[in-house]
């Protein structure tokens, strides 16, 4: 990212809530689950996978992560009423990690039990570096009390992922591995694109070694083709390829019709506010769609 870009980055709070909305609107599925249900639905007519998130973040009071909990059951009872191939990812935090890690395990052990008795999977997701810790420790509660329906995210840019995959590696865990998109220091983060993508397939070599399902989320095509090498002898189900609604859609497409499972994750809510945020900021095209929201700003009558 260049000077210029990250300027752009640092003034995005200041841009107008209203203006991230409407410019993130193709990463959110909508405010409601019937928004979620419907575009899930699209996605499996046109051969593809999900995986629905609740938008929930940065929640504050118990009774805000029981909400989220609630929409989670909400939205698993729609996944299997709906026959939808579809699993759920879910946000410690929004399950009220940072105010009450009891209430949060508490909260998760509902969801993945609800989400076992329907046969779906639960994707941790990995949220920033203070997170790490408890939430694959909260992740190895749940195996070792026998549930096989939950999975965990692993971030390249960490330095420590290595040694976590190491100490993962009793429970051969299905992973879904990504770069990491929260702004961590360089003491405990590579910095740099190369560094970054180095890690990232050490890591999915170690992964696949011990045999465990790799989830491969990048939109990175040097990526998907380093990936796309190392899972060409394997079978379709052992591993996926992953990407977030409206990133690349169509290589997203084109990896699906190739044959590979190709999971889309699908977020929905009205708490759309910081997955915006960083949505926007990893989009190349900032600088241009920031100067079309000015312009649309100041020339009235523009839809
Ligand atoms: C399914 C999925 C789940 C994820 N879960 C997590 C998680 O749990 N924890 C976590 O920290 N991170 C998560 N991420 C985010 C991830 O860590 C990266 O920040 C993000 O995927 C961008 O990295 P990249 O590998 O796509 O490579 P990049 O080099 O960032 O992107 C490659 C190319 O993709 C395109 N692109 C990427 N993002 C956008 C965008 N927003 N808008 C438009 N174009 C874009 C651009 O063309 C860019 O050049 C997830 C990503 C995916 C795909």
Known sequence: MGVADRALVRLLPAVPRAVVQRLSAPYIAGPTLGDARRRVADLNSAGMLATVDVLGEEVRRAAEAEAVASMYHAALDAIAGDRLNANVSVKLTALGLEIDLDLCRSLLATVVADAAARGIFVRIDMEHSGCTDDTLRIYRELRDAGRENVGIVLQSCLRRTLADVGDLADLRPSVRLCKGIYVEP???????????????????????????????????????????????????????????????????????????????????????????????????????????????RVVPGRP
């Open 186 to 296: 360089s003491a405990i983060a590579y910095q740099g694109r190369e560094a970054i993508r180095d890690n990232f397939v050490q890591i999915l070599d170690a992964l696949l070694e011990l045999g465990c399902y790799a989830a491969v989320a990048t939109h990175d095509e040097w990526l998907l083709e380093r990936t796309l090498e190392r899972v060409g002898g394997l079978g379709r189900d052992a591993y996926e390829l992953q990407m977030l609604l409206g990133v690349h859609e169509q290589r997203a497409a084109e990896l699906a019709a190739a044959g590979h499972r190709l999971r889309v994750y699908v977020p929905y809510g009205d708490r759309w506010y910081e997955y915006s945020l960083r949505r926007l900021q990893e989009n190349p095209a900032l600088a241009g769609m920031l100067a079309k929201a000015a312009v649309l």
